[in-house]
T-cell receptor
């Protein structure tokens, strides 16, 4: 089945690290993504990882992928108030037709 | 690069009227465009997949006669909500895919049906 789960909320203090977790079920996914959505806006691509990679780092962002456990995480170092938003993970699946399956979204609140 | 626009950004209409939303890929050709619907504080729900020059593929439970999709060129797809009702009020987001690794998303259109 196609199911991507995330915890609903995360609250951190400014300057701390944030870790947002995601679990998925479709083992045929080729890429996994992290998107950021601010209120009333569309989705901004933050980063993505190919399914045969374990880790990808891009400035303050670190993505870890455990394919065996079907677990994806996004670590934001030195979290800022401007990072407050909803974060969605997504997997691209190609069984049948190509499409994304989105996670439920995690609302990150950064406290000053 | 990889910019996707949507128009309009907000629309208010009366119940029973039809509303057309445009999705354009501004600097690349999109072989496939996707239409999503997002309810408040919820995730994105894929409505349909549209390929240039062919009929859209609708997800289960999405009425194709209610949500008409046209993908006339490699840079433009339109979603028409026909005979809109208050329950159609939502945030509609499109995305465009060029066949590479990612989809690029538009800024969304907020529809309010009175």
């Amino acid at each position: 089945g196609e199911d991507v789960e995330q915890s609903l909320f995360l609250s951190v203090r400014e300057g701390d690290s944030s870790v947002i977790n995601c679990t998925y079920t479709d083992s045929s996914s080729t890429y996994l993504y992290w998107y950021k959505q601010e209120p009333g806006a569309g989705l901004q691509l933050l980063t993505y990882i190919f399914s045969n990679m374990d880790m990808k780092q891009d400035q303050r962002l670190t993505v870890l992928l455990n394919k065996k456990d079907k677990h994806l995480s996004l670590r934001i170092a030195d979290t800022q108030t401007g990072d407050s938003a909803i974060y969605f993970c997504a997997e691209s699946v190609t069984s049948g037709t190509y499409k994304y399956i989105f996670g439920t979204g995690t609302r990150l609140k950064v406290l000053a | 690069g990889a910019v996707v626009s949507q128009h309009p950004s907000r629309v208010i209409c009366k119940s029973g009227t039809s509303v057309k939303i445009e999705c354009r890929s501004l600097d690349f050709q999109a072989t496939t465009m996707f239409w999503y619907r997002q309810f408040p504080k919820k995730s994105l729900m894929l409505m349909a997949t549209s390929n240039e020059g062919s009929k859209a593929t609708y997800e289960q439970g999405v009425e194709k006669d209610k949500f008409l999709i046209n993908h006339a060129s490699l840079t433009l797809s339109t979603l028409t909500v026909t005979s809109a009702h208050p329950e159609d009020s939502s945030f509609y987001i499109c995305s465009a895919h060029s066949g590479r690794e990612t989809q690029y998303f538009g800024p969304g259109t907020r529809l309010l049906v009175l």
